[in-house]
């Protein structure tokens, strides 16, 4: 039962239901709605349901006032304290009780079916949660037995973290297409310069386009070329003419003024 001090909650309201009285049972067989006097209420008023704690409470009041008619306590559902009946899905068997105690079994029944639809799930729902309070304060009073994992460092354990290690160590060198690797870019910043290649074969050429040999004890100084030459003043010798290779001829008319070659 709720106990005093417990907070009330409201479950479901429904301004309008019917309470009728109802004939003795006379066998365990389902009651019937149609034995009673359907179309002639005895009482016509509000129902309220609350709960405090575990136990809900159907209350039938007054439309204006609000007195309580009467109530039914209901420790589980479906249960003795409401019943439906075998005939229709809008009608119930109530058991009201007084202060005192006493009890008394009343039909009630609703006009709409959407009220009686309402009506049964706000007890369904109210009673799975009391359903799942238990379950869990079972849970938290049985102990725990189950052998618990021990991942705690024992005395003179240690551990070592290597963060980053593996991954740069497996970070392959980027190749070229021919397999070998690619050079680093050059240096940025303002003022450097990329040496020069350097000349094979010591030979420098002039714009003249003579070849000139370099020194080999340095490369800064140039050797410069015999200006008489044992071959004469051309650099280059003397080259002779085949004979009679531009002779000239003349033309018919005897002008010497055309070659023919």
């Known amino acids: 039962m709720a106990t005093e001090g417990e907070y009330e909650s409201i479950l479901c309201v429904k301004p309008d239901v019917n309470v009728y009285r109802i004939p003795p049972r006379a066998s365990n067989r389902g009651v ?8 002639a209420p005895d009482w016509t008023g509000r129902m309220r349901v609350t709960a405090r704690g575990k136990v809900a409470f159907i209350k039938l009041e007054d439309k204006i006032s609000g007195e309580l008619f009467a109530q039914a306590p209901v420790d589980e559902y479906p249960g003795i304290a409401i019943e439906t009946v075998s005939d229709s899905s809008r009608y119930f068997v109530l ?15 609703f006009g709409d079916r959407g ?16 359903k799942q309070e238990l379950e869990i ?17 024992k005395e003179g354990q240690t ?3 290597n963060i980053g290690q593996g991954r740069k160590r497996d970070k392959s060198r980027p190749q070229s297409a021919g397999g070998f690797g690619l050079l680093p870019p050059p240096p940025s910043g303002g003022g450097s310069k990329i040496a020069p290649p350097p000349m094979s074969k010591n030979l420098a050429v002039r714009p003249t386009g003579c070849l000139l040999d370099l020194d080999s004890s340095n490369s800064n100084s140039v050797v410069q070329p015999d200006p008489n030459p044992a071959g004469g003043s051309d650099m280059w010798g ?3 003419a085949p004979e009679n290779s531009m002779s000239p001829l003349a033309n018919v008319d005897g002008s010497t003024n055309w070659q023919q070659f």
């Open 137 to 153: 304060s079972k849970q938290s009073q049985t102990p725990d037995n189950t052998p618990k994992l021990d991942l705690g460092f």
């Open 238 to 240: 003397d080259f002779s």
């Open 115 to 130: 009220d009686s639809f309402d009506f049964n799930v706000a007890l369904q729902d109210h009673f799975k949660w009391v």
């Open 159 to 161: 551990i070592t973290l």
């Open 95 to 109: 058991r009201i009780q007084d202060e005192s105690g006493r009890s008394a079994f009343i039909g009630i029944g």
């Open 32 to 39: 019937r709605a149609a034995d009673w006097k359907l179309d």
